[in-house]
């Protein structure tokens, strides 16, 4: 399958910090890559939609003031949260789509995301 | 509200047995639907992605579709420790250019050596 790659894997910011994490595509450009949220025994919560070249689209109750997100080339997605707070802290998974028409969705490792 | 539902399960089954997986989805629309198996701490990973109704068998795996009764299962043939994970059921709902998945909750499997 295609190669997702996701950096950090975990990372402990302070409150009031500024996290960026990056989700790569290695070996496909993606048009498309999503930004997902799962936090301990639930399922993963969709909270942006990542669209190269256009602004992202946010889910309903997704701050996007907030959670910052860059896609500036066909390989690259950001995810920025800004001023992050303890209630932040969660697995935060990206996923792309290898091209468009194709429907199966490949996911990075996912960045552990504490933030104390 | 588009949703998927699975069984949070958990679900045991002993060593070399079948494990089946349940999954129904509220959006009689959607055409594409997948299985992901997630390990603990781990990001998801696909195992399975069935279109259309019937069988679809890659290795222990068979996926089922079922779009009349809004089913989609996985059985697990020989299931060994290491197939336990939580297992998530997604489709891609109905609608022009809509690539964003709905995922169920997942269903946790245990298999016991």
């Known amino acids: 399958g295609a190669v997702v790659s996701q950096h950090p894997s975990w990372v402990i910011c302070k409150s009031g910090t500024s996290v960026k994490i990056e989700c790569r595509s290695l070996?496909?450009?993606?048009?498309?890559m999503f930004w997902y949220r799962q936090f301990p025994k639930q399922s993963l919560m969709l909270m942006a939609t990542?669209?190269?070249?256009?602004?992202?689209?946010?889910e309903q109750g997704v701050e996007k003031d907030k959670f910052l997100i860059n896609h500036a080339s066909l390989t690259l997605s950001t995810l920025t949260v800004t001023s992050a707070h303890p209630e932040d802290s969660s697995f935060y998974i990206c996923?792309?789509?290898?091209?468009?028409?194709?429907?199966?969705?490949?996911f990075g490792q996912g960045t552990r995301l504490t933030v104390v | 509200q588009k949703e998927v539902e699975q069984n949070s399960g958990p679900l045991s089954v002993p060593e070399g047995a079948i494990a089946s997986l349940n999954c129904t989805y509220s959006?009689?629309?959607?055409?594409?639907f997948f299985w992901y198996r997630q390990y603990s701490g781990k990001s998801p990973e696909l195992i399975m992605s069935?279109?259309?109704?019937g069988d679809k068998e890659d290795g222990r795996f068979t996926a089922q579709l079922n779009k009349a009764s809004q089913y989609v299962s996985l059985l697990i043939r020989d299931s060994q420790p290491s197939d336990s994970a939580t297992y998530l059921c997604?489709?891609?709902?109905?609608?022009?250019?809509?690539?964003?998945?709905?995922f169920g909750k997942g269903t946790k499997l245990s298999v016991i050596p």
């Open positions: 997604a489709c891609l709902p109905s609608g022009a250019g809509s690539y964003q998945l709905t």
């Open positions: 996923s792309a789509l290898p091209g468009r028409g194709n429907t199966e969705a490949f």
């Open positions: 990542s669209n190269e070249g256009s602004k992202a689209t946010y």
């Open positions: 070996d496909f450009q993606a048009t498309t």
């Open positions: 959006d009689r629309g959607s055409q594409s």
């Open positions: 069935i279109y259309s109704n």
